[in-house]
C-alpha cells in the first residue's frame, strides 16, 4: 500500500470509531520548556491526558510530524529517522484497552493487510519498585484477537536466554513496557505522566545475509533483541498514572495514547529491506543517487543519513518559526544535521552546487499536499539551504585536513577540537564522529573549558531530552503562559494591528516571544508594552475561555498561530470582559483566572531572533 494511502485509511478508519482528526502540529512545541521538537503525537496532547477539556471530544486522531534528536547517530541502520510521522489516536478518558487493541490490530490485518502471522505482542511484565501489577488484561484481550485470525496465542516471560519458546505475547519488565516522555519511571519528574504499554512488532523474517554481522547472529531471537529481524510498529500507552511525591498515583482518567510509525508500517506493508527504500523516501534516493553517480547499495549509511537529515531540516524549517541553523538551540540541531549531511555528501562524492536545495526541492514536492507549511515557506528554506552551504563548504575541505594532521595523535585535545569548530565550523559532535571512526578521543573536558572561555558555543548539550520540571513549574509557566497573550496585545497596540506571533518557549524562569518584525524595538517601544501589560494585571482582569468553531473565532478576530491545529472547534481565551477586554486568542491553555496573580511583569531583553522576527524574553516578579 502507497504511504499516502496508509496515512489516509489510518484517519478515516479512526474517525469511523468517533474520532476527531486534528492537523499535525508544529515540530517546535509552544509554551513546552521540556523538550526543543516534538518527538511523539502524545506531546501536544499532554495537557488533555492530565484532564484539560480537548475541544474536539474525547477521541482524537491525526498524523504528526515528529523529530528524535537523540535517533542521529541510530540513522543508517535502515530503520531509524530522525523525523517520522507518527500516526497517532488518543482517548481522553474515553475508551480503554479492549477497544483500542481490537482497533488498532483491525486497522492493520483487515485495513493495511499485514500478513498476522507476522505480528507479535509485548506487555507490561509488572514492577514492584512502583506497585502496578502486570498487564494479564492486555494479554487475554490480545489472546482473543489472534484467535480472531485464526491464532493460538502463547504468552511467555521475556527471557534472553531462551528466546521466543514458541510465544507470541511477551511479557517485559519495565525498561521496555513502561512509557513516559521521560522513560522509565525513575527518571520521571513529579507530576509527570506514564502507564505501561503494549507495543506491536513485526517480523521481516530471518535473512541470515542480512544479520551474517549482526551481533546477535548466533543467538537466540527476541522480538525486543534489535538484530533488525523484528520491528516494533506501534505502541498501545495506557496512560493513567501520574508520579507523585508519594509514588505513583493513578490519574483522574484512563487514557490511551497510541502512536505508530508511518515510515515502519509503510515497510511492513510494501515489505522493503529498509524504511529508505519506502514509497516515502523512493525520490529523494533517486535524486542521490543522480547527484553521486551511485547506487544506493553502494554505501547505504551515506544515503540514508543524507535522506533522513534533508527530510528533517526541511520540515524544521518549513515550520513558519522561522529556526535557521545557528549555534543556538533548535538552530544548533538544524545546522549540525545540515553540515553532517554536507560531509556524508562529500564522501559520496557529490560535488554539485547547492546540491541540498535541490533534494529539499524533491522533499517539497513529495510533502506539500500533506503538510502545506514547507511548500508556503519554500523560498525560507532554499535560502537558509543555500547560504548554510555556502558557508560550510567554504571551510569543511581545510577543517577534514586540519583534523587529518590531527589524527597522528591518540587523543585530540580540546583546545584543537575547539579550534576546528571556531575556524572551521565542525560540531563537536561531527568531530567526535570523526575520531570515533579513527579510533581516536577527544579531550571533552579541556574542551568544554575552552568553549566556557570562548563563550561561544552556547548550544543546547542535553537537546531533545527531557528536562524535567514540567509539573513543579507548571504554576509559574501558567503565569508566564498568560503574559505572553498580554505581551501579543500590547505589540499590537503599539507597534502595528497585525503583529503576529512567531512562536514563544515558556521555563519556568521566564518566557521567550517571537513575533514577526523587521526593526529593533525602541526603549520607548518596550516601556510602553511593560507598562500595558503591568497595567492588566493590576486590574486584576478576568481570563475566560470560549469554545467555539474556527469561522467563529476568526469572525471576532481572534489572534493565534494555531490557527488549523484543532480543526474545526477552537478555545478562545479572552482577557478582561466587555469593554475591558484586551485580548482574545486561540489557544489551547492553561491560563491564570485573574491576572491580579501574576507578579510584576519585566522585559529583560529583545533581539533579533532570525531575519523579520524579532524576539523578547521577560520575566514575572
Ligand atoms: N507516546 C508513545 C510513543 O511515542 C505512543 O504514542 O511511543
Same mark, same amino acid.
Given at each position: 500500500?502507497?504511504?499516502?494511502?496508509?496515512?489516509?485509511?489510518?484517519?478515516?478508519?479512526?474517525?469511523?470509531?468517533?474520532?476527531?482528526?486534528?492537523?499535525? +502540529?508544529?515540530?517546535?512545541?509552544?509554551?513546552?520548556?521540556?523538550?526543543?521538537?516534538?518527538?511523539?503525537?502524545?506531546?501536544?496532547?499532554?495537557?488533555?491526558?492530565?484532564?484539560?477539556?480537548?475541544?474536539?471530544?474525547?477521541?482524537?486522531?491525526?498524523?504528526?510530524?515528529?523529530?528524535?534528536?537523540?535517533?542521529?547517530?541510530?540513522?543508517?541502520?535502515?530503520?531509524?529517522?530522525?523525523?517520522?510521522?507518527?500516526?497517532?489516536?488518543?482517548?481522553?478518558?474515553?475508551?480503554?484497552?479492549?477497544?483500542?487493541?481490537?482497533?488498532?490490530?483491525?486497522?492493520?490485518?483487515?485495513?493495511?493487510?499485514?500478513?498476522?502471522?507476522?505480528?507479535?505482542?509485548?506487555?507490561?511484565?509488572?514492577?514492584?519498585?512502583?506497585?502496578?501489577?502486570?498487564?494479564?488484561?492486555?494479554?487475554?484481550?490480545?489472546?482473543?484477537?489472534?484467535?480472531?485470525?485464526?491464532?493460538?496465542?502463547?504468552?511467555?516471560?521475556?527471557?534472553?536466554?531462551?528466546?521466543?519458546?514458541?510465544?507470541?505475547?511477551?511479557?517485559?519488565?519495565?525498561?521496555?513496557?513502561?512509557?513516559?516522555?521521560?522513560?522509565?519511571?525513575?527518571?520521571?519528574?513529579?507530576?509527570?505522566?506514564?502507564?505501561?504499554?503494549?507495543?506491536?512488532?513485526?517480523?521481516?523474517?530471518?535473512?541470515?545475509?542480512?544479520?551474517?554481522?549482526?551481533?546477535?547472529?548466533?543467538?537466540?531471537?527476541?522480538?525486543?533483541?534489535?538484530?533488525?529481524?523484528?520491528?516494533?510498529?506501534?505502541?498501545?500507552?495506557?496512560?493513567?498514572?501520574?508520579?507523585?511525591?508519594?509514588?505513583?498515583?493513578?490519574?483522574?482518567?484512563?487514557?490511551?495514547?497510541?502512536?505508530?510509525?508511518?515510515?515502519?508500517?509503510?515497510?511492513?506493508?510494501?515489505?522493503?529491506?529498509?524504511?529508505?527504500?519506502?514509497?516515502?523516501?523512493?525520490?529523494?534516493?533517486?535524486?542521490?543517487?543522480?547527484?553521486?553517480?551511485?547506487?544506493?547499495?553502494?554505501?547505504?549509511?551515506?544515503?540514508?543519513?543524507?535522506?533522513?537529515?534533508?527530510?528533517?531540516?526541511?520540515?524544521?524549517?518549513?515550520?513558519?518559526?522561522?529556526?535557521?541553523?545557528?549555534?543556538?538551540?533548535?538552530?544548533?540541531?538544524?545546522?549540525?544535521?545540515?553540515?553532517?549531511?554536507?560531509?556524508?555528501?562529500?564522501?559520496?562524492?557529490?560535488?554539485?552546487?547547492?546540491?541540498?536545495?535541490?533534494?529539499?526541492?524533491?522533499?517539497?514536492?513529495?510533502?506539500?499536499?500533506?503538510?502545506?507549511?514547507?511548500?508556503?515557506?519554500?523560498?525560507?528554506?532554499?535560502?537558509?539551504?543555500?547560504?548554510?552551504?555556502?558557508?560550510?563548504?567554504?571551510?569543511?575541505?581545510?577543517?577534514?585536513?586540519?583534523?587529518?594532521?590531527?589524527?597522528?595523535?591518540?587523543?585530540?585535545?580540546?583546545?584543537?577540537?575547539?579550534?576546528?569548530?571556531?575556524?572551521?565550523? $565542525?560540531?563537536?559532535?561531527?568531530?567526535?564522529?570523526?575520531?570515533?571512526?579513527?579510533?581516536?578521543?577527544?579531550?571533552?573536558?579541556?574542551?568544554?573549558?575552552?568553549?566556557?572561555?570562548?563563550?561561544?558555543?552556547?548550544?543546547?548539550?542535553? +537537546?531533545?531530552?527531557?528536562?524535567?520540571?514540567?509539573?513543579?513549574?507548571?504554576?509559574?509557566?501558567?503565569?508566564?503562559?498568560?503574559? +505572553?497573550?498580554?505581551?501579543?496585545?500590547?505589540?499590537?497596540?503599539?507597534?502595528?494591528?497585525?503583529?503576529?506571533?512567531?512562536?514563544?518557549?515558556?521555563?519556568?524562569?521566564?518566557?521567550?516571544?517571537?513575533?514577526?518584525?523587521?526593526?529593533?524595538?525602541?526603549?520607548?517601544?518596550?516601556?510602553?508594552?511593560?507598562?500595558?501589560?503591568?497595567?492588566?494585571?493590576?486590574?486584576?482582569?478576568?481570563?475566560?475561555?470560549?469554545?467555539?468553531?474556527?469561522?467563529?473565532?476568526?469572525?471576532?478576530?481572534?489572534?493565534?498561530?494555531?490557527?488549523?491545529?484543532?480543526?474545526?472547534?477552537?478555545?478562545?481565551? $479572552?482577557?478582561?470582559?466587555?469593554?475591558?477586554?484586551?485580548?482574545?486568542?486561540?489557544?489551547?491553555?492553561?491560563?491564570?483566572?485573574?491576572?491580579?496573580?501574576?507578579?510584576?511583569?519585566?522585559?529583560?531583553?529583545?533581539?533579533?531572533?532570525?531575519?523579520?522576527?524579532?524576539?523578547?524574553?521577560?520575566?514575572?516578579?
Amino acid at each position: 500500500m502507497q504511504s499516502s494511502e496508509l496515512r489516509q485509511k489510518y484517519l478515516d478508519f479512526f474517525k469511523k470509531q468517533g474520532h476527531a482528526i486534528i492537523p499535525s +502540529a508544529s515540530l517546535i512545541p509552544e509554551n513546552d520548556s521540556t523538550t526543543l521538537f516534538t518527538s511523539s503525537g502524545m506531546q501536544p496532547m499532554v495537557p488533555y491526558l492530565m484532564g484539560e477539556k480537548h475541544p474536539l471530544g474525547t477521541r482524537i486522531c491525526d498524523s504528526q510530524k515528529s523529530f528524535r534528536v537523540v535517533d542521529i547517530e541510530e540513522v543508517g541502520d535502515g530503520r531509524h529517522g530522525t523525523f517520522f510521522e507518527m500516526l497517532g489516536n488518543w482517548s481522553l478518558g474515553d475508551y480503554f484497552k479492549k477497544e483500542q487493541l481490537h482497533w488498532i490490530y483491525s486497522f492493520l490485518v483487515e485495513e493495511v493487510g499485514l500478513n498476522v502471522n507476522n505480528l507479535y505482542a509485548t506487555v507490561f511484565r509488572g514492577e514492584e519498585s512502583i506497585k502496578v501489577t502486570k498487564d494479564s488484561e492486555s494479554v487475554d484481550i490480545l489472546k482473543d484477537i489472534f484467535k480472531k485470525y485464526g491464532i493460538d496465542a502463547k504468552d511467555v516471560n521475556f527471557s534472553e536466554k531462551d528466546g521466543m519458546q514458541g510465544g507470541r505475547i511477551f511479557y517485559y519488565p519495565v525498561e521496555k513496557n513502561w512509557w513516559s516522555r521521560s522513560g522509565i519511571p525513575a527518571k520521571m519528574p513529579i507530576g509527570e505522566i506514564g502507564g505501561p504499554d503494549s507495543e506491536i512488532f513485526y517480523d521481516f523474517g530471518v535473512d541470515l545475509k542480512k544479520h551474517d554481522n549482526s551481533e546477535w547472529k548466533d543467538l537466540p531471537c527476541h522480538i525486543n533483541c534489535d538484530c533488525g529481524r523484528f520491528i516494533e510498529i506501534g505502541n498501545s500507552v495506557f496512560m493513567e498514572y501520574k508520579k507523585t511525591e508519594n509514588g505513583f498515583e493513578k490519574l483522574t482518567q484512563q487514557n490511551v495514547d497510541f502512536g505508530g510509525g508511518l515510515e515502519r508500517i509503510t515497510m511492513a506493508s510494501q515489505n522493503t529491506e529498509d524504511v529508505f527504500q519506502t514509497d516515502l523516501y523512493l525520490n529523494i534516493i533517486k535524486k542521490i543517487e543522480e547527484l553521486s553517480n551511485k547506487k544506493y547499495s553502494d554505501d547505504k549509511k551515506s544515503f540514508q543519513i543524507i535522506a533522513d537529515h534533508l527530510k528533517a531540516v526541511t520540515f524544521i524549517m518549513g515550520d513558519n518559526r522561522g529556526i535557521t541553523p545557528s549555534n543556538l538551540g533548535q538552530g544548533y540541531i538544524v545546522r549540525r544535521l545540515i553540515r553532517r549531511a554536507i560531509r556524508f555528501g562529500k564522501q559520496l562524492g557529490i560535488n554539485e552546487y547547492l546540491w541540498q536545495t535541490k533534494l529539499a526541492e524533491i522533499i517539497i514536492s513529495d510533502y506539500k499536499d500533506i503538510y502545506v507549511e514547507i511548500q508556503n515557506n519554500k523560498d525560507f528554506i532554499m535560502d537558509c539551504l543555500s547560504a548554510e552551504e555556502i558557508k560550510f563548504e567554504n571551510t569543511i575541505e581545510k577543517g577534514l585536513k586540519e583534523f587529518s594532521s590531527l589524527s597522528s595523535q591518540n587523543i585530540i585535545s580540546g583546545k584543537d577540537a575547539f579550534l576546528l569548530y571556531q575556524t572551521y565550523g $565542525f560540531p563537536i559532535e561531527m568531530t567526535e564522529e570523526l575520531a570515533f571512526e579513527k579510533g581516536l578521543k577527544i579531550d571533552m573536558e579541556e574542551f568544554k573549558k575552552e568553549s566556557e572561555k570562548h563563550q561561544e558555543l552556547s548550544r543546547t548539550a542535553s +537537546a531533545g531530552t527531557f528536562k524535567g520540571g514540567l509539573a513543579d513549574a507548571s504554576e509559574q509557566t501558567t503565569k508566564l503562559h498568560t503574559s +505572553a497573550h498580554l505581551m501579543l496585545a500590547g505589540l499590537r497596540k503599539f507597534l502595528q494591528d497585525s503583529v503576529s506571533q512567531k512562536g514563544s518557549n515558556i521555563t519556568s524562569e521566564r518566557v521567550r516571544f517571537d513575533f514577526a518584525w523587521k526593526d529593533k524595538l525602541t526603549q520607548d517601544q518596550l516601556k510602553q508594552v511593560e507598562d500595558f501589560v503591568n497595567e492588566a494585571i493590576l486590574k486584576d482582569l478576568p481570563v475566560i475561555c470560549k469554545e467555539m468553531t474556527l469561522d467563529d473565532a476568526k469572525e471576532i478576530n481572534a489572534t493565534g498561530v494555531f490557527e488549523h491545529k484543532y480543526g474545526e472547534r477552537v478555545k478562545v481565551y $479572552f482577557i478582561g470582559e466587555g469593554e475591558q477586554n484586551i485580548s482574545k486568542e486561540i489557544c489551547g491553555g492553561p491560563h491564570v483566572e485573574h491576572t491580579g496573580t501574576m507578579g510584576k511583569f519585566k522585559i529583560i531583553k529583545e533581539e533579533s531572533s532570525s531575519a523579520g522576527v524579532r524576539r523578547i524574553k521577560a520575566i514575572l516578579q
